[in-house]
């Protein structure tokens, strides 16, 4: 059965990196499966340093301080600040930046994609050429809910993803502002601009 998003629509270059095998997961399904799925991609690496489920590119720079919790792949010329956190399945294509005091929880970032300084990340995707400014919030979980299930409003209707974390699908160059806040289930076309110190909540 294929997605009911569909992962190419944000990120087209998604047939041919490394979720060309799972587009007929959901976004939510892919983050769920985070671990195992950086797991079995290391598997497959050359030119990485691997070590306890880590595996860096030798042409990557992980400053001293910087606490990296495998699974975790950091590709070739990425660079990840002293103070930054990944955990729990964490995904760094090539050129991607992560800044100081940032946390990303099994995380996804293609090509390009930059995270600066007090943001967080958890259980997200975000496309080629993104940026997220600092003390953004890509938030993953529903707290204020009783029912915490992550839902999912697309131009047709509102899915209920059955998972209850899931931050955010972020497509490619989209721009999220400092200070920012998007609530978890979030859809972020390509080439979107998410004003500074605003919220994006499309679940009600």
């Not at 997605?3 to 892919?30: E, K, N, Q, Y």
């Not at 797991?39 to 001293?64: N, P």
């Not at 495998?70 to 010329?77: K, Q, Y």
Request: proline residues 4%; contains cysteine; neutral net charge.
């Amino acid at each position: 059965m294929p997605s009911p998003v569909d992962l190419r629509a944000f990120i087209p270059a998604a047939a041919d990196g490394p979720f060309a095998a799972l587009l007929d997961l959901a976004p939510w399904d892919i983050t769920q499966r985070a671990r195992a799925i950086v797991t079995k991609a290391i598997m497959g690496l050359s030119g990485y340093d691997i070590e306890d489920g880590i595996a860096i590119h030798r042409r990557a720079t992980v400053e001293k301080g910087a606490v990296v919790k495998g699974p975790a792949i950091i590709g070739r010329g990425c660079f990840v600040a002293a103070t930054a956190y990944l955990r729990d399945g964490v995904f760094l294509d090539e050129d991607c930046a992560v800044g100081p005091a940032c946390e990303l929880k099994s995380a996804f970032l293609l090509k390009g994609a930059k995270v600066a300084h007090l943001s967080f990340a958890g259980d997200s995707i975000i496309g080629a050429d993104a940026n997220i400014e600092a003390g953004a919030i890509i938030a993953n979980y529903r707290n204020e809910r009783v029912d915490k299930r992550i839902r999912i409003r697309t131009s047709e209707k509102i899915i209920d993803s059955g998972v209850e974390k899931f931050g955010a699908l972020i497509g490619d160059k989209a721009r999220i502002g400092a200070g920012a806040v998007i609530a978890p289930g979030a859809l972020i076309r390509p080439g979107a601009v998410i004003e500074r110190l605003s919220l994006v909540d499309q679940s009600d």
